[in-house]
């Protein structure tokens, strides 16, 4: 395969919070447990030779080796269209070749996230990696180790993340805007993971007086309550507390909507005229959308964390120009690395061929040469082996870059030269075919001068 073909086969097929509405998003959201069966499927359906699925409460995207021609992208497609109920192309969008490279980098580094610079997302791409590592082969795992890698040279070479927020920090942020203060306030988590945890750092941060953490695994709200000295409740005696709080900031892994409307029109009751805010940062959804419909609660969820994270992201646009500098020249060090694929098949075959060339003649040789002890033996072969390595040396390193660099031809007068298309040569071939082709080229170049 020919680096722009091989370039080509590299495909990405994504939605984000840039082109469809969180309803369409949390539809096409993979929990980590479905995640490989997901990826076997679409692999599958699209008949690609590699695959890693990334998804996070922003983005849903796959990431594909030689789909099938024609088609594999569009059989992706039809299954996320079956999955979203419309034609999910409309709320998408796909890159080739060098943009995939591009897309990834800047996605695994925060410049494409809701809140610019973020730092979790580095990690998420890390996850999506590892769960996919059984469907990820030689280009895709290549390509997702130097993503990670960019990454940490855009947060370590600008300060694009410096101060950085996160979803959960702008979450909170948002809340402050709508109490005024967030000092002295009654706060509620809902759930354990690390959005949780970033949400109760942030609302330490804000001087929320106390804060409490709920979870379905009860060892794991303990575990983060002691972290944040907040206080840790059951699962199921959390909904009692909730008409004692002035925020709920939900960020569990359910499938299903776990805050009803019903389970909300109790707590409004029994709150009176006291407002709650309620943020859901929770991908699929942890709140029922008609919530917003009751009377002193205010739900706010990911589309509506937009606005306050423009606002506050004039500094860190600065850094983006030395940021988007990096990754153009990482993304051509990428692509000339797999350019020079292409010529690691021809490189194999061709030290093969010349290995059975060395073993025969070495044989010959020693037979020529009667009684050998073990110790002449292995000096004939270290010899032969030696000078095979020394001749190949430097046509290899000149061939891989020609091939990274697009000389693909090159790679193809060697198979010619050496009749790598053709069977095993007989005794002295290799010299013969060499001197052959030598003077078929100098015939031609006699020719062309004329």
Known sequence: MSEGSRLESLALVGVS????????????????????????????????????????????????????????????????????????SAHGYERRGAEAVTHLYRVTAGLDSMVLGEAQIQGQVRDAWEASREHAGPVLHRLFQSALQVA????????????????????????????GSLAGRRAMVLGAGEMADLALASLAAEGVRASVVANRTHERAEALAARHGARALRYEDAWATLADVDLLLCSTASPVPVVTVELMREVARARGDRPLCVLDIALPRDV???????????????????????????????????????????????????????????????????????????????????ALTPAQRAAVEQLSRGLMNKFMHEPSVRLRAAAADGGVDLVDALRRLFALDAPPAVEGEPVRLLAGAMASVGSTTHSGEE
């Open 17 to 88: 919070h840039h082109t469809a509405a969180l309803e369409h998003r949390e539809k096409l959201a993979y929990p980590r447990h479905e995640l490989a069966g997901a990826l076997a499927a679409l692999i599958a359906a699209s008949e690609a030779a590699e695959g890693v699925l990334v998804s996070t409460c922003n983005r849903t995207e796959l990431y594909l080796a030689a789909p099938r021609a024609g088609d594999g992208v569009g059989a992706v497609w039809r299954e996320w269209s079956a999955r979203l109920g419309v034609e999910s």
């Open 152 to 179: 940490g040279r855009v947060r370590a070479e600008t300060a694009l993340g410096r101060g950085a927020a996160s979803v959960s920090s702008a979450a909170v942020r948002l809340a402050s805007q709508i109490f």
């Open 288 to 370: 029922d959308p008609r919530v917003r419909e009751i009377e002193n609660v205010y739900l706010y969820d990911l589309d509506d964390l937009g606005d306050v994270v423009r606002a506050s992201l004039a500094r860190r646009r600065e850094e983006l120009p030395a940021a988007e500098q990096l990754i153009r020249a990482e993304t051509a060090r990428y692509v000339a690395w797999l350019g020079g694929l292409a010529a690691v098949p021809t490189l194999t075959e061709f030290r093969a061929r010349m290995e059975a060339v060395r073993a025969r003649e070495v044989e010959q040789a020693i037979g020529r040469m009667g």
